[in-house]
């Protein structure tokens, strides 16, 4: 067997080796298991690691080659564990659904686990992905490949780090406010937001149910076109799902001729650490390298766009969460003396200070004589963001912002004030009001630590975005393996109470 | 502003409790992130027609037709109180 370096290995290298049959599935995942056992400890990227399964099912690819082939047969994968999966608990990384075991799978699960991908379990997120550093996380605190004390984003965060740790060969995310994005442009990998509608948010635990969208982390752009292609798709359950107009195609392109790329002045007007502000002009001057342009836009509500965000999530979140009751499923507060007791001390007792502080802003959002002040300025403030996209795409064809206005920062830095927390999504947010797709591709490095790129297309221009970002990141030649420096002063594990709030390995599929 | 009985109140009605401390802590988050969302009021939206949602479907309906859902067994499987094959709860306040 050729000796694989987990960090750098791409889904499309291991496609081959396995396909030459220079590999064998069952060795190749247990390539990650290894990595796993061997830097875990330190990363803390997953809630549960399913290896018995995946070794179990890796051998069953291998034997039943003739049955179990595809594009991504036997290639192994990282989920958040706000996707639900038969058989195996998904927590959201809250109390409230620590032994939470779903009776059904998530659309874009199950359409991976169709092609015989090879699940190495459920990864960590801020609590019902409510966070951009997976510090809200009731079970554990991530950290960063790049640097042990620093966060890996959030609130996909684990899948960020298993991919950059090389825990995993690509994974899957979701992304309400730049969930996706940002964790990926802090832990140096690929991070993709497709359109709205194009993915199944079927058994995505709803956060908020207008913005939400399920992505690849991966260590390529040409990974996260291979896994887009298998997770799109109008699927029955989703009343919001639509069919792409286009299939989504395997990148290629190495140049950028004639493509216009529209900078908007107020995305480096958002306080840019001078680091992201020099790799991200880099980055330019190579568009024009390849042949591209850039151009100066303006996205005049850019600014008002977070704060509609910070009333249209919770308010959807409020309603959302309000499921969480104690009666069918997940957390109940022990002897309830009546309903409301039961209501009131199961949630209260369930849910983590986040959640209860986005449930609180979205309650009041949404309560008489408020509601027009909040809500319904929030609408319109979405439309004027929506507009100004428009207006903007009639004279380029793709946007270029940096992804986060930061490197990664310190653990412990952002969990006290949670308006600079909400900063770490300042450039993301837009592109989820607009429901338009949008990628990180990591542009080099600060102060060691990786900077992220966004680029962001008109609706349904997934094969745009993803053709420029596949010549750009051939151009930037980053390198994907982290040091793993930093010490990790204090360990990430959080008080997990008694035993029965750990959730458990459950041995079924995959 | 924001007062602790208004904190109150949005508990009550979001069906959280809240301690007396919590109550002091919240009244003073919310109201700075009240105070940040408030910037919106800066801007002239009359005649601008709300978003609830980006995609112009409408009426999506699916074939009336039977289909298989969730057997009872697994509608409970993970309640955390059931008798007689149902949801069990207390008594009504």
């Known amino acids: ?510 | 502003m924001i007062s602790e009985d208004d904190v109150l109140h949005v508990a009550r009605l979001a069906r959280l409790r809240v301690t007396s401390e919590e109550r002091a802590t919240m009244a003073g988050e919310l109201a700075r992130i009240l105070a940040h969302v408030g910037k919106m009021s800066e801007i002239d939206v009359t005649g601008v027609r709300p978003t609830a949602h980006v995609l112009d479907v409408v009426n999506v309906t699916r074939e009336d037709k039977r289909r298989p859902g969730l057997t009872r067994d697994e509608a409970l499987r993970n309640a955390p109180a059931v008798s007689d094959d149902c949801f069990r709860v207390p008594r009504m306040g």
């Open chain 1, 1 to 510: 067997m050729t000796t694989l370096d987990p960090l750098r290995l791409t889904a499309r290298d291991a496609k081959r080796l396995l396909v030459d049959g220079e590999i064998s599935a069952a060795e190749l995942t247990k390539v990650f298991l290894d990595q796993i056992a061997a830097v875990e400890d330190k990363v803390k990227a997953f809630i549960l690691v399913t290896a018995d399964n995946a070794a179990k099912y890796s051998t069953k690819v291998d034997r039943e080659m003739q049955a179990m082939r595809g594009p991504l047969a036997g290639l192994p994968i990282a989920v958040k564990d706000n996707l639900v999966t038969e058989g195996v608990t998904t927590t959201c990384a809250s109390r409230m659904l620590h032994n939470y075991q779903p009776v059904y799978t998530a659309t874009a699960v199950r359409q991976v686990w169709d092609g015989h991908v090879v699940m190495l379990g459920k990864t960590n997120l801020d609590e019902f992905a409510m966070g951009s550093s997976t510090e809200y996380s009731a079970y554990q605190v991530t950290a960063n490949p790049w640097d042990l004390d620093t966060v890996p984003g959030g609130s996909s965060g684990g899948s960020a780090a298993a991919v950059a740790a090389g825990e995993a060969l690509w994974a899957l995310g979701s992304d309400t406010g730049g969930s996706v994005r940002q964790p990926a442009s802090l832990c140096g990998v690929v991070g993709m937001k497709p359109t709205y509608g194009a993915v199944s948010r079927y058994g995505l635990v709803a956060f908020a149910s207008s913005l939400d969208q399920i992505g690849p982390l991966t260590r390529s752009v040409y990974d996260c076109a291979l896994l887009l292609q298998h997770i799109t798709g109008r699927d029955p359950r989703d009343a919001t799902s639509v069919e792409l107009p286009e299939p989504v195609v395997l990148p290629s392109a190495e140049r950028l001729d004639g493509l216009r790329i529209g900078v908007p002045s107020e995305y480096l007007d958002v306080g840019l650490e001078d680091g992201v502000r020099a790799r991200f002009d880099e980055t330019l001057a190579r568009i024009e390298e390849l042949g591209g342009r850039c151009v100066e836009v303006s996205l005049p509500h850019t600014e008002y766009a977070l704060p509609a965000f910070y009333v249209i999530a919770p308010a959807e979140a409020s309603a959302n969460l309000a499921r969480f009751d104690g009666v069918r499923y997940g957390y109940r507060c022990s002897d309830p003396v009546d309903l409301t007791d039961l209501y009131e001390r199961t949630r209260s007792e369930g849910f983590g200070p986040e959640v209860k502080r986005r449930i609180m802003i979205g309650t009041y959002a949404l309560s008489a004589g408020y509601y027009d002040a909040y809500y319904g300025r929030a609408q319109r403030v979405r439309s004027l963001v929506c507009r100004d996209f428009d207006h903007a795409f009639s004279q380029v064809d793709l946007i270029a912002s940096p992804t986060s206005p930061t490197v990664a920062f310190t653990a412990g830095s952002r969990t006290s004030d949670p308006l600079a927390m909400y900063m770490s999504d300042v450039c993301t947010i837009p592109a989820n009001l607009a429901g338009l797709p949008a990628i990180s591709i990591p542009c080099g490095l600060s102060g060691g630590l990786p900077v992220g790129f966004q680029l962001i297309g008109p609706a349904f221009s997934e094969n745009r975005v993803l053709a420029a970002a596949h010549a750009l990141e051939g151009a930037i030649g980053f390198d994907t393996a982290p040091p793993f420096r930093g010490s990790r002063s204090s360990s990430g594990e959080r008080d997990r109470g008694s035993a029965d709030t750990t959730p458990r390995p459950e041995d079924t599929h995959p």
